[in-house]
């Protein structure tokens, strides 16, 4: 009977532990974040729709939207920006942090990569604009038509991936998933960033940042843009 009463103990500790740290303090912690900054916009009606888009895509499980800290990963020397802060995420329920790092980091793609064309192509076939790339085309996400009306954007694509016969044309989808990428642009300076030690040594690279890394930076070598100068500033 004893017994029994030590596991059920010892079971309750362990939930109660794991209930603190999983649930309460990442709560306490992100009610930092109730205070959106002023630079940050919350989303247009447009890009509230492409995030619904990129969360149906999956999306999230090619890309990460958190840059880390210098300590943790090199991220900043791969162009993805200052590490981010609770804040930044005041407007994303649910958020989209991601787990995983197929394809590089997209919390301020917006910064890197302004470029609509170059979204556009990209989405309707990766490898057209980024040779070798592992990421799926999204073709259903455009039409093919005759005759390209005013006001829709025609996609852009070199002469071996157009369509015989037509014109590829984005879909509003497309479009607002677009302008989703275009709004992710968190390099406005923070507060909020523990302040380095001034005796703190440079991390050494670890086997670590092999492991967080983008698969081949050969690969990537073509979409990892060196820092913004917007990013730059807040370093
Ligand atoms: C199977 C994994 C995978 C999925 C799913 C995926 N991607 Fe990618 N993505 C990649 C890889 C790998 C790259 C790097 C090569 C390239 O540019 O295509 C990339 C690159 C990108 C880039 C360019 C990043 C940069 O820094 O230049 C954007 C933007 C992007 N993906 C958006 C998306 C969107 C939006 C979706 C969902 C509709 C998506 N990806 C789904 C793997 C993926």
Redesign the pocket.
């Known amino acids: 009977m004893t017994r029994a009463l030590g596991i059920i103990a010892g079971a309750a500790l362990i939930l109660l532990y794991a209930t603190m740290l999983l649930l309460i303090m990442p709560a306490i912690q992100l009610r930092t974040g109730e205070n959106p900054p002023a630079a940050l916009a919350p989303y247009t009606e447009a890009q509230a729709r492409g995030r619904q888009?990129?969360i149906a895509?999956?999306?999230?499980?090619?890309?990460s939207q958190q840059p880390r800290d210098a300590s943790l990963a090199p991220d900043m020397t791969r162009?993805?920006g200052r590490p981010s802060v609770p804040k930044d995420y005041s407007y994303d329920n649910p958020h989209l942090m991601g787990t995983?790092r197929?394809?590089?980091?997209?919390f301020n793609?917006g910064a890197?990569?302004p470029s609509v064309d170059w979204?556009l192509t990209?989405?309707y076939a990766?490898?057209s604009?980024?040779p070798?790339?592992?990421?799926?085309g999204?073709p259903f996400?455009f039409d093919v038509i005759d005759f390209v009306p005013e006001g829709v954007t025609a996609v852009n694509l070199p002469p071996e991936y157009r369509v015989r016969g037509g014109t590829v044309i984005a879909t509003p989808d497309a479009m607002d998933?677009v302008e989703?990428?275009l709004g992710l642009d968190h390099t406005y300076p923070t507060d909020d960033l523990p302040q380095a030690d001034p005796d703190d040594q440079p991390a050494a690279k670890s086997a670590d940042d092999d492991k967080v890394s983008?698969?081949d930076t050969d690969?990537?070598s073509?979409?990892?843009?060196p820092p913004v100068a917007k990013v730059g500033a807040t370093q």
């Not at 895509?57 to 890309?63: A, D, I, P, S």
């Not at 073509?222 to 843009?225: P, V």
Request: proline share 7%.
């Open positions: 888009t990129y895509l999956g999306c999230v499980y090619c890309h162009g993805w995983m197929t394809g590089p980091d997209l793609i890197r990569q979204h990209h989405l990766p490898r604009v980024s070798g790339s592992n990421m799926p999204y996400l998933l989703y990428l983008v698969l690969l990537l073509g979409t990892l843009l």
